[in-house]
């Protein structure tokens, strides 16, 4: 990596593009990849994820903006100028050409040759776990073997920066999650820069250092996967990542009124709570039941109306006030039985797992103190 990088392996420095459509494909985006990190773009289809991608690549040429590589603009610079390699969902490997050969392809057209050729091809071999197979042919491979081929493939010119576009999307979902860790460990080994664009928010929480989630072409929050899921920035990242009860209510500054029939504290004054309508988010696994009989004062009461074995947790329906409240409890060591359904249960969480979000989807903090009269997590109980 040059001296000249400055930390950075590539910005986007107020990017647009148009297609011609109503809005932006890709509106007024800033991002800065660090050298040697994995970093994800996460996004629902259509939201721009693909175009920015592009963009860093040569593709697709911004309307605004600038990109630039390892410190430098590269406007005009052409895809293969790029020290930029790409990794597409369809492998595209070369059916009548050796894996050893695919691998190598690229080197040739740079005139490596000979023993450095032979000594580059077999260590990037090596890093996907493919030496043995070096004389196959791609299509007496596995569909994960062929993508590491491509893999293999696309780090041996040792690019600054990978693409990977859903580069696991046409795998089966379990080969996907050995590709997940596999993709992260040669990333570190390799030490170069991934860009890798993924709809799949457990993929981007599972192996990035850090995520950027866009929607409508804009990006809603960068930043480290414990951060997006346990403080998201808005309500949408709230709920397009992993999954969350959010509950309608409205605010008067100092307290909160959920629809379900829960009043909680409102988080200190100052952080944005206003008067009016706000939702409160609280993970399933961060619910907490306890049997209704020992009702306090306010306490927030329902009935379990589903109850579903998952094998790790048992995950329930809880009807509140026309509310329906999903809760994941863990099958830890100390877990009591499954809770039947039709029971009364009484429905609470701590205060610093319930997120309050403004009218307009902004993050205004946490519940400063507890109105649900948070049950203590019994293990032995008996449901009514
Ligand atoms: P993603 O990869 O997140 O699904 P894309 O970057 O592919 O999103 O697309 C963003 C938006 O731009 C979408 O509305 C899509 O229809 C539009 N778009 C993408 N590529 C083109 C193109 N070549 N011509 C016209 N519109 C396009
Ligand atoms: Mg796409």
Same mark, same amino acid.
């Given at each position: 990596?040059?001296?000249?990088? %400055?930390?950075?392996?590539?910005? =986007?420095?107020?990017?647009?593009?148009?297609?011609?459509?109503?809005?932006?494909?890709?509106?007024?985006?800033?991002?800065? $990849?660090?050298?040697?990190?994995?970093?994800?773009?996460?996004?629902?289809?259509?939201?721009?994820?693909?175009?920015?991608?592009?963009?860093?690549?040569?593709?697709?040429?911004?309307?605004?903006?600038? $990109?630039?590589?390892?410190?430098?603009?590269?406007?005009?610079?052409?895809? @293969?100028?790029?020290?930029?390699?790409?990794?597409?969902?369809?492998?595209?490997?070369?059916? @009548?050409?050796?894996?050893?050969?695919?691998?190598?392809?690229?080197?040739?057209?740079?005139?490596?040759?000979?023993?450095?050729?032979?000594?580059?091809?077999?260590?990037?071999?090596?890093?996907?776990?493919?030496?043995?197979?070096?004389?196959?042919?791609?299509?007496?491979?596995?569909?994960?073997?062929?993508?590491?081929?491509?893999?293999?493939?696309?780090?041996?010119?040792?690019?600054?920066?990978?693409?990977?576009?859903? #580069?696991?999307?046409?795998?089966?979902?379990?080969?996907?999650? &050995?590709? &997940?860790?596999?993709?992260?460990?040669?990333?570190?080994?390799?030490?170069?820069?991934?860009?890798?664009?993924? @709809?799949?928010?457990? !993929?981007? =929480?599972?192996?990035?250092?850090?995520?950027?989630?866009?929607?409508?072409?804009?990006?809603? &929050?960068?930043?480290?996967?414990?951060?997006?899921?346990?403080?998201?920035?808005?309500?949408?990242?709230?709920?397009?990542?992993?999954?969350?009860?959010?509950?309608?209510?409205?605010?008067?500054?100092?307290?909160? &009124?959920?629809?379900?029939?829960?009043?909680?504290?409102?988080?200190?004054?100052?952080?944005?709570?206003?008067?009016?309508?706000?939702?409160?988010?609280?993970?399933?696994?961060?619910?907490?039941?306890?049997?209704?009989?020992?009702?306090?004062?306010?306490?927030?009461?329902?009935?379990?109306?589903?109850?579903?074995?998952?094998?790790?947790?048992?995950?329930?329906?809880?009807?509140?006030?026309?509310?329906?409240? !999903?809760?994941?409890?863990?099958?830890?060591?100390?877990?009591? %039985?499954? /809770? #039947?359904?039709?029971?009364?249960?009484?429905?609470?969480?701590? *205060?610093?797992?319930?997120?309050?979000?403004?009218?307009?989807?902004?993050?205004?903090?946490?519940?400063?103190?507890?109105?649900?009269?948070? #049950?203590? *997590?019994?293990?032995?109980?008996?449901? /009514?």
């Amino acid at each position: 990596m040059s001296a000249a990088a %400055a930390g950075a392996a590539a910005e =986007l420095v107020g990017v647009t593009k148009r297609y011609g459509g109503a809005r932006p494909a890709v509106d007024g985006v800033d991002l800065r $990849i660090e050298e040697g990190e994995f970093f994800s773009i996460l996004g629902p289809s259509g939201c721009g994820k693909t175009t920015s991608l592009r963009m860093l690549g040569g593709f697709v040429r911004p309307d605004e903006g600038e $990109i630039r590589l390892g410190g430098a603009s590269v406007d005009g610079v052409p895809p @293969h100028k790029r020290n930029v390699n790409t990794v597409f969902q369809s492998y595209a490997l070369f059916g @009548h050409l050796s894996v050893a050969d695919n691998v190598g392809f690229g080197l040739r057209r740079r005139k490596v040759r000979g023993e450095e050729m032979r000594r580059r091809v077999d260590e990037m071999l090596r890093v996907v776990s493919l030496a043995e197979r070096r004389g196959a042919m791609p299509s007496e491979l596995s569909g994960g073997q062929q993508q590491r081929v491509a893999l293999a493939r696309a780090l041996v010119n040792m690019p600054e920066l990978l693409l990977l576009d859903e #580069p696991l999307g046409a795998l089966d979902l379990k080969l996907r999650r &050995q590709m &997940q860790v596999e993709l992260k460990q040669i990333q570190r080994e390799v030490g170069i820069a991934f860009a890798y664009v993924t @709809h799949d928010q457990e !993929e981007a =929480l599972t192996m990035s250092d850090r995520i950027a989630v866009m929607n409508d072409g804009k990006v809603l &929050q960068v930043d480290t996967p414990t951060t997006i899921y346990n403080n998201p920035a808005s309500l949408f990242v709230a709920q397009f990542i992993g999954s969350t009860n959010a509950l309608e209510g409205s605010g008067d500054g100092a307290t909160v &009124q959920l629809a379900c029939g829960a009043r909680l504290v409102a988080p200190a004054p100052g952080t944005g709570v206003a008067d009016g309508p706000l939702t409160a988010c609280v993970r399933p696994e961060k619910v907490i039941l306890s049997p209704a009989g020992d009702d306090a004062p306010g306490a927030v009461t329902g009935t379990v109306v589903e109850s579903v074995y998952v094998g790790s947790g048992t995950t329930y329906k809880v009807d509140v006030n026309a509310t329906s409240i !999903e809760v994941l409890e863990a099958n830890d060591s100390g877990a009591a %039985a499954a /809770i #039947p359904v039709g029971s009364r249960v009484r429905v609470g969480w701590r *205060p610093e797992d319930c997120l309050i979000f403004d009218g307009n989807g902004k993050a205004a903090g946490r519940c400063a103190e507890d109105g649900t009269k948070v #049950p203590q *997590p019994t293990r032995s109980r008996n449901w /009514i």
